[in-house]
């Protein structure tokens, strides 16, 4: 086997151990845990008109202790 093959080889080797490491860093990495206790994801809210507002999602709630799906979605991205 000359030099060159061998270079060819390992050379041909390296993308595939790259997307490897990619895919087994990605998987060990996870996907944030959702807490709906976790107060930094509740709808952050201001009064007017008697309503409650949230001002990241821009819904008009009811309460202020339920999930914000904009928060949500910013915390899983």
């Not at 895919?23 to 107060?39: E, H």
């Not at 999602?57 to 009811?62: T, Y």
Request: charged letters at 20%; one cysteine or more.
């Amino acid at each position: 086997m000359s030099i060159w093959t061998i270079i060819a080889k390992v050379i041909g080797l390296i993308p595939s151990a790259v997307e490897a490491g990619a895919a087994i860093a990605k998987a060990f990495r996870g996907t944030p845990r959702i807490d709906p206790l976790d107060l930094t994801l509740w709808h952050t809210v201001t009064y007017g008109r008697g309503l409650m507002k949230c001002v990241t999602c821009q819904q008009w709630v009811q309460r202020q202790n339920e999930l914000c799906p904009e928060e949500v979605r910013r915390r899983r991205s």
